[in-house]
């Protein structure tokens, strides 16, 4: 089975602090995704990776920032911590590969909440 | 561009009820369709998938058939269990295949 890990379920944070969440799959996938998921929002996507050094930015990539370093594994760094930045945060991969490949494994989630 | 739209919730059903969770998308090109679960205090977990127009993903019940006509991808369950409650999304994948759109979730409350 794939899997996903997110190395903390709960995090509180104060404002300003940097904070690095880490995701590691241990499947071999190109592919690496963050989320955040917010009430009323669904899924939006902060940044994704689609091989080791290389980042894109998705739909809200502000106050965010990624490493990607190996090919395993895939952190999400906020620079400075702030209360807006409260959420559910997932992480996901995927192989590469035509449709019969493409589906994205999820974490459990890392729920911070910045005071 | 690409975007998903599914009907808000939150839906409360009695054990053995029909479900109809409904679903529309908008993509360029020819993208693959999905619903995820999310259960309680979990990450989300695929639950089935249709690649091609027409095609009809199934798993534990649940049923959904890719309506290139009407860009719909509708969840569908003849009789729901307790154990379903859960937070259902649907999601596309663009035909690169690196970018997934999710819909904002529908939450979904079974009692016996």
């Known amino acids: 089975d794939v899997k996903v890990t997110q190395s903390s379920r709960y995090l509180v944070k104060r404002t300003g602090e940097k904070v690095f969440l880490e995701c590691v799959q241990d499947?071999?996938?190109?592919?690496m995704f963050w989320y955040r998921q917010d009430p009323g929002l669904g899924l939006r996507l902060i940044y994704f990776s689609y091989d080791v050094k290389m980042k894109e930015k998705g739909d809200i990539p502000e106050g965010y920032s990624v490493s990607r370093e190996k090919k395993e594994r895939f952190s999400l760094i906020l620079e400075s911590a702030s209360t807006n930045q409260t959420s559910m945060y997932l992480c996901?991969?995927?192989?590469?590969?035509?449709?019969?490949?493409?589906?994205?494994?999820f974490g459990a989630g890392t729920r911070l909440s910045v005071l | 561009g690409n975007s998903v739209t599914q009907m808000e919730g939150p839906v409360t059903l009695s054990e053995e009820a029909f479900l109809t969770i409904n679903c529309t998308y908008t993509a360029t090109g020819y993208p693959s369709l999905f619903w995820y679960v999310q259960y309680p205090g979990e990450g989300l977990q695929l639950l089935l998938k249709?690649?091609?127009?027409?095609d009809k993903g199934s798993n534990k019940g649940f049923e959904a058939t890719y309506r290139k006509e009407t860009t719909s991808f509708h969840l569908e369950k003849g009789s729901v269990q307790v154990s379903d409650s859960a937070v259902y999304f649907c999601?596309?994948?663009?035909?690169?295949?690196?970018?997934?759109?999710f819909g904002t979730g529908t939450s979904l409350t079974v009692i016996p």
């Open positions: 249709a690649t091609k127009a027409d």
């Open positions: 999601a596309l994948s663009d035909p690169s295949f690196h970018q997934f759109y």
């Open positions: 996901a991969s995927s192989p590469p590969g035509g449709p019969a490949k493409n589906i994205q494994y």
């Open positions: 499947m071999d996938h190109e592919n």
